[in-house]
């Protein structure tokens, strides 16, 4: 379908040459939900104090978590990203660790992280290679957190926009069960990670997550 084509191109532009428009643009899509769906993903990383975060986007969730005082790493292969990020947490006072990598090929020792996270992440999510990076660089009992998609709930046009973009970029997830069989199973069964999907409520949204663990 040339229209879900155009839109993923469009998505693909705001994490590199359009970057700088990337908070204003998801704030647009999520009806204003994204830092909040992104931030609540902090309670499941409790007891980790090592962390890796994969896409780390413009850096909410890496604020959040250096001003807890964790020991974080983020990975990202836009450029522009990561120097908006930097600059970001930088001024705020914060010291980022920012990486270029591949999630596929992490430049990391084995078991170098109580915790593995990525928010919103692209279709690398999806890749064994990528499942098979995450267990190499967990330690053992560490964990996984992947934010798949969400759903805003409630009326108004903003809310139904969002809704029919997240359903066309593939971010809206109705079930868990959909994306098992859709996108997931044989990349986390050749992981050795032990799996469950999740689902929360959100501030008037659902947000769909996968938790793992190395067992």
């Known amino acids: ?56 986007g413009p850096g909410n969730l890496q604020e959040r978590l250096l ?10 292969l836009s450029p522009q990203m990561g120097r908006m990020a930097g600059r970001r947490l930088t001024r705020l006072g914060l010291a980022p660790r920012l990486v270029r990598a591949d999630a596929q090929q992490l430049p990391f020792p084995g078991s170098a992280f109580d915790a593995v996270v990525a928010t919103f992440p692209a279709e690398y999510i999806a890749e064994p290679a990528a499942w098979g990076s995450f267990y190499r660089v967990l330690a053992d009992c560490g964990r996984i957190l992947v934010l798949l998609g969400a759903t805003p709930l409630g009326g108004g046009l903003l809310r139904r926009v969002s809704r029919l973009l997240f359903r066309i970029t593939n971010q809206q997830i109705k079930e868990p069960g959909d994306v098992i069989r859709a996108r997931f199973t044989s990349a986390m069964a050749e992981s050795g990670l032990e799996i469950e ?8 949204s659902t947000v769909f997550f996968i938790l793992g663990k190395k067992g």
């Open 1 to 56: 379908m040339i229209v879900v084509r155009l839109l993923r191109f469009a998505f693909r532009l705001l994490y590199h040459q359009f970057a700088w428009t990337y908070d204003f643009v998801a704030w647009i899509v999520s009806a204003g939900q994204w830092k909040k769906w992104v931030l609540s993903m902090e309670p499941h990383l409790d007891g980790a104090e090592r962390i890796l975060e994969i896409g780390h």
């Open 197 to 204: 999907f999740r689902r929360a409520e959100v501030n008037r």
């Open 67 to 76: 001003r807890d005082g964790r020991r974080v790493v983020g990975v990202d």
